[in-house]
């Protein structure tokens, strides 16, 4: 199938800077793609150069397979059939909704009013049709912007953190019904979001970038459950890492040997776990032997401290083995007291490990 929206190695750079390098990705018909990344990573360039009011300095874009940007070629914005929408994109405040949706329409009045019509009652706004913006609340004025980017059924939605200015009660309301919204209208999106949770909640794909480049990109389930690397893993959790040096493929840890695959011996690698993923053995207290298997490989440990956290405790521990510290959130309260002794459990599939990247090498590595 062609994809909707195709990018190819594009290259921007600001003052001979690279802001976005190389970046490639692709959405599919129908399909959200969010653009993730923390801020300052590229995301808006990349989406503007999308949208036709930055451009590259390499690379090509297609949107169903039509070229918009080459090297010397450049379709202007308002011929790409790209609808935008960003946090500050204010409706027009002199506009009635109605005239506020229907001001890119083409067509005769009643073709307007029909399509004007179809979209209020999806976005259930339709006895504002003749009210003002300042007439509405933020959340119904954001569903009015949403309806206004949808009137002239562009092929490929581009949306930068548009839920952001919105306060926190209303954003997962109007996220999801943003969502069910753009698949009845079976829009193809791409959202650029900083927050891994919307993108997880969003996404079909999500594209994860860093200092200007894609990094992984695939379905949320794949790109949170194996992650590239250290810092994608820590980019969606909190993590804890235990440090080893690989010998004969294997490396010693507090919970026993690990594999280390394709790692020369001498290698320091680093053993990332999420908190969620470790298992506390309340029962026996760090008593006897090591519990039964079935929730991992077991090593003792002395609580460091412990805090409830919400709908969750997190309790950090101390490890007997290199008095290294891991931390565990577990559901409910449980604080156990600083000083108690507890066996906890890591389950290996659960585990990533990656190569040591000195700090210094992350930057070369990604210019
Ligand atoms: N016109 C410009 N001239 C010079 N530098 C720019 C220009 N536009 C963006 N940059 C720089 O490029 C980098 C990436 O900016 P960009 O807005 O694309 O990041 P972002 O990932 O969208 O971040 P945020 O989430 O904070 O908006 C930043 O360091 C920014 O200062």
Not at 158 to 185: A, C, H, Q, V, Y
Not at 211 to 227: D, E, L
Request: hydrophobic share 40%.
């Amino acid at each position: 199938m062609t994809p909707r929206l195709e990018v190819r190695n594009i290259t921007r750079r600001f003052g001979g800077v690279p802001v976005v390098s190389e970046v490639s990705l692709s959405v599919m018909p129908g399909q959200v793609t969010c653009l993730l990344g923390p801020s300052g990573c590229g995301k808006s360039t990349t989406l503007r150069i999308i949208a036709g009011v930055d451009w590259p300095d390499e690379g090509e874009i297609r949107i169903d397979g039509e070229r918009i940007v080459a090297p010397g070629f450049f379709v202007p914005p308002e011929k790409r059939g790209t609808g935008l929408m960003f946090q500050d994109f204010a409706l027009f405040p002199h506009l009635s909704v109605f005239d506020n949706i229907a001001f890119g329409l083409d067509g005769t009045r009643t073709e307007k009013r029909l399509r004007v019509h179809e979209l209020l009652d999806k976005v259930g706004l339709l006895r504002y049709i003749d009210s003002y913006p300042h007439e509405l609340s933020g959340g119904e004025q954001q569903r009015v912007a949403l309806a206004r980017a949808l009137a002239p059924r562009p092929r490929i939605m581009l949306m930068d953190e548009p839920f952001s200015g919105l306060d926190n009660r209303l954003r997962d309301g109007i996220r999801d019904e943003t969502l069910s919204i753009l698949k009845d209208e079976g829009t193809a999106v791409l959202l650029v979001t900083h927050e891994p949770e919307e993108a997880m909640r969003m996404a079909d794909e999500i594209a994860l970038m860093r200092r200007g480049r894609i990094v992984q990109q695939g379905a949320p389930y794949n790109v949170y459950n194996a992650p590239v690397d250290r810092e994608a893993a820590a980019f969606f959790s909190d993590i804890n890492v235990i440090r080893g040096r690989v010998q004969g493929l294997l490396t010693e840890t507090a919970f026993g040997k690990f594999m280390a695959p394709g790692q020369a011996d001498g290698t320091e690698v680093e053993i990332v776990i999420r908190p969620q993923h470790i298992k506390i053995d309340f029962d026996r207290g760090g008593q006897g032997p090591a519990p039964s298997p079935e929730h991992g490989v077991w090593a003792r440990g002395v609580v460091e401290r412990a805090r409830f956290i919400g709908k969750e405790s997190l309790v950090e521990f101390r490890m007997d083995f290199d008095g290294s510290l891991l931390k565990a959130t577990v559901p409910s309260v449980f604080l156990p007291k600083a000083g108690t002794h507890l066996w906890i459990a890591i389950r290996r599939d659960r585990c990533f490990v990656f190569p040591v990247i000195p700090s210094k090498d992350w930057r070369r590595r990604a210019d």
